[in-house]
């Protein structure tokens, strides 16, 4: 092995023991939750906990053989202004005694730079598909409907992915604690059904819809003297006024968390 150089005037030296410490903390440190999302980060990080937890091993092991030999490794790593090894005495060091020439040691960085160029890549593909577009205001969700709630349904909330659920629910709990104070029915009923011409309706179907109809013909259908009004107030409504007749809800029940229906995501047909 050649020597290394060393520089450390102005720093105070560090222990091969004080560095064995600084490594196995930085080995747990890589270990411990929360650990990063992003593939990239958390792969530099599972590589920063090999590297250090190899090279605790061969520090330790050298400083049992050959503390002076460790010293000068320590001061080394230390590198002259504290903050790590020389890069560029490194690279020097690495062609002359691993690479052992200027061609392999090029190799070494055309591949590094391929390996650089993939990778910035693919991030930027992800961040890319991971990209959400600002959403519009709550008005402007609801568009032109006369709609006073949002329906969702437990069984599809339950069924997306969870990095959706998480800050899902967070929104509705900072929701419930902004508007705690606003009185609010304690239950409501929400039925499935569909919206319809009342002049399109079936006789069975406007029953259901709670609406009376005088002047229809039998067998004609609705006429110019056909009125309508609806039971529970009275109204009087036109054929093309519309009204709500209740269905079968298509969404399947949520059945205590257990019923899964998937979603399909990037726009999946």
Request: without cysteine; glycine residues 8%.
């Amino acid at each position: 092995m050649t020597d290394i150089e060393t520089t450390t005037d102005d720093v105070e030296s560090q222990t091969p023991d004080q560095l064995l410490v600084d490594l196995a903390e930085l080995h747990i440190r890589t270990l411990v939750s929360p650990l990063p999302k992003h593939p990239a980060a958390m792969g530099w990080q599972a590589t920063a906990g090999a590297m250090a937890a190899g090279f605790a091993r061969a520090l330790h092991a050298l400083n049992e053989a050959a503390p002076d030999k460790a010293g000068e490794i320590t001061d080394w790593f230390q590198g002259p202004f504290g903050d790590g090894p020389d890069p560029e005495e490194h690279t020097d060091w690495t062609e002359q005694v691993i690479a052992k020439s200027p061609a392999v040691l090029e190799q070494w960085v055309t591949e590094a730079q391929e390996l650089a160029r993939g990778a910035k890549e693919a991030t930027e593909a992800r961040e890319q598909a991971e990209a959400v577009e600002p959403g519009a205001d709550i008005h402007t969700h609801f568009g032109l409907s006369y709609a006073n709630y949002l329906v969702l349904p437990r069984t599809l909330l339950q069924s997306m992915p969870k990095d959706w659920q998480q800050p899902f629910v967070a929104l509705l709990e900072q929701l419930h604690s902004g508007f705690d104070h606003v009185p609010q029915a304690p239950a409501y009923e929400v039925t499935a059904g569909e919206e319809m011409l009342l002049e399109d309706m079936t006789g069975s179907q406007l029953y259901a819809a709670g609406i009376e109809i005088e002047g229809e013909d039998p067998g004609e259908g609705p006429t110019g003297k056909t009125s309508y009004h609806r039971v529970k107030d009275g109204r009087e409504l036109s054929g093309q006024d519309y009204g709500f007749v209740p269905g079968v809800d298509p969404v399947p029940h949520y059945n205590r968390g257990r019923t899964r229906v998937e979603p399909r995501l990037d726009g999946a047909k």
